[in-house]
């Protein structure tokens, strides 16, 4: 089942346990929370963060360790990128390691987001959010499942591997990139800054599951225009001057959304074997004045919309159903409802099962007595650059999901050290030893 060698690399992880949970504790600690649109990072923990990450590859003896900040007006934008090109990302730098092999093999890139969620409401956590506390098989603390852990299993692995007096065939390349949570531009950056390789993985959480596939995403917001009026008085028909309940319109229009994500749930065709089909899904409405006498002239519908992989021009099937499924109302059809869609969009992703990552991905996570499956992700990860842009097949494996973004999030430790095995099996295995 395993050579020599790699007995020897899983021996050395089997006593990392607690350089792996010191390692993710450290980690959680940099309070690394993706700033919010219009916001920068204000502090230093970014920068810190990745000064440890640069210190670890450092001490893995890399060949080349590349820091840069990405500078967003300087990325190519095309349909499905989610370029923001005001969107001010300094002070979050990306760190490359690059560890050269001695030729024959296969490249491989290992690609972490070291940003996380805000941790929203602390009294709502038995655990301080940045503390990495551990309470018997767990560790607690934001990011510590999404995806620090993940980070530090990997980390541990090289560092298995290394020890071991390991020498890889292929080149091996580290990625810790920032702005997974809100645009995926650091892994952008990445690709188009030249890095590549014959494959791709990141530890995501995935209840140790093969992630092969994942829905893009896009959001927006719909305007229903109406037209004031005194709530008080009685009103003639509209086509004769009278108001127009734009709340009244509105109902109209989330009625045809509603329509519209059924059309697709119930298409054969809109079916994908590991994920949901295509939805919209209303999330914000802003309607009415300062005054509960005037009857409301416009109502704003804030939505987002997931789709699978290959949906083709999404802004105007979405666009197009809503506005013929509001023909038959008269006011609609002569003031259509307005979509404005975020220029900024995620395209989804898949990786062909029969790729050979995919299925040594398979077989790795059957040795560590896990089942052998693949899944898909409703949401999206920094695999979609990997495979859409740069045409790297890209895999993810990593722990249990259901902990993400949530208050007390945790990471099984065990999950972890199981985790770091596969990585230092996948690295040797594809790589391959020299």
């Not at 760190?95 to 969620?117: A, C, E, M, P, Q």
């Not at 298995?160 to 531009?185: H, P, R, Y």
């Not at 560590?368 to 993810?396: Q, R």
Request: aromatic share 8%; net charge negative; hydrophobic share 40%.
């Amino acid at each position: 089942m395993y050579t020599e060698t790699e007995k020897k690399v899983l021996v050395i992880v089997d006593k990392s346990q607690k350089a792996l949970v010191t390692l993710l504790k450290e980690l959680i600690s940099f309070k690394t929370v993706t700033p919010r649109d219009g916001q920068r990072a204000e502090h230093e923990d970014f920068i810190d963060y990745q000064n440890v990450i640069s210190g670890v590859l450092q001490n893995l003896q890399a060949d080349r360790i590349d820091t840069w900040e990405v500078d967003t007006s300087d990325l190519d934008r095309f349909p499905g990128s989610g370029v923001i090109p005001d969107r001010d990302l300094s002070r979050m730098p990306i760190v490359v390691g690059t560890f050269k092999g001695t030729g024959g093999g296969r490249s491989l890139i290992l690609n972490g987001h070291y940003d996380v969620v805000p941790e929203e409401q602390p009294d709502h956590w038995k655990h301080p959010p940045f503390s990495g506390e551990v309470e018997g098989n767990r560790v607690y603390g934001r990011g510590t499942c999404d995806m620090k852990g993940g980070i530090a299993a990997m980390l541990v692995a090289l560092q298995a591997i290394f020890q071991a007096g390991v020498q890889l065939k292929g080149d091996l390349l580290v990625q810790s990139v920032m702005d997974e949570e809100m645009s995926c531009m650091g892994t952008l950056s990445c690709c188009q800054r030249g890095y590549t390789a014959d494959a791709a993985f990141i530890p995501e959480p995935t209840d140790m599951k093969v992630l092969v596939a994942m829905r893009g995403s896009i959001y927006g917001k719909v305007k229903v225009r109406g037209r004031g009026g005194h709530t008080e008085m009685e009103h003639p028909d509209w086509k004769e001057g009278g108001a127009v309940n734009a709340i009244d319109k509105s109902v109209i229009v989330l009625q045809a959304m509603a329509a519209l994500s059924e059309e697709w749930r119930a298409n054969p065709k809109r079916q994908h074997a590991l994920l949901s089909p295509n939805v919209i899904v209303p999330t914000k409405i802003e309607g009415g004045g300062e005054w509960e006498v005037t009857i409301p002239d416009l109502v704003q519908i804030y939505f987002g919309a997931m789709f699978l992989p290959g949906t083709m021009d999404i802004q105007h099937e979405i666009q197009e159903y809503v506005i013929r499924a509001t023909q038959d109302d008269d006011w609609l059809r002569i003031h259509p409802p307005e979509f404005i869609f975020n220029p900024s969009w995620h395209y989804g992703a898949e990786v062909d099962q029969e790729e050979s990552i995919v299925q040594l991905g398979l077989q790795l996570v059957e040795m560590l007595g896990y089942p052998p499956e693949v899944c898909g992700f409703g949401s999206l990860t920094d695999a979609i650059h990997l495979i859409n842009y740069a045409n790297i097949p890209t895999i993810s494996i990593g722990p249990d999901s259901h902990p993400a973004h949530t208050a007390d999030e945790y990471v099984e430790i065990q999950k972890l050290m199981d985790l770091s095995k596969i990585i230092a099996l996948l690295v040797m295995r594809w790589c391959e030893v020299d």
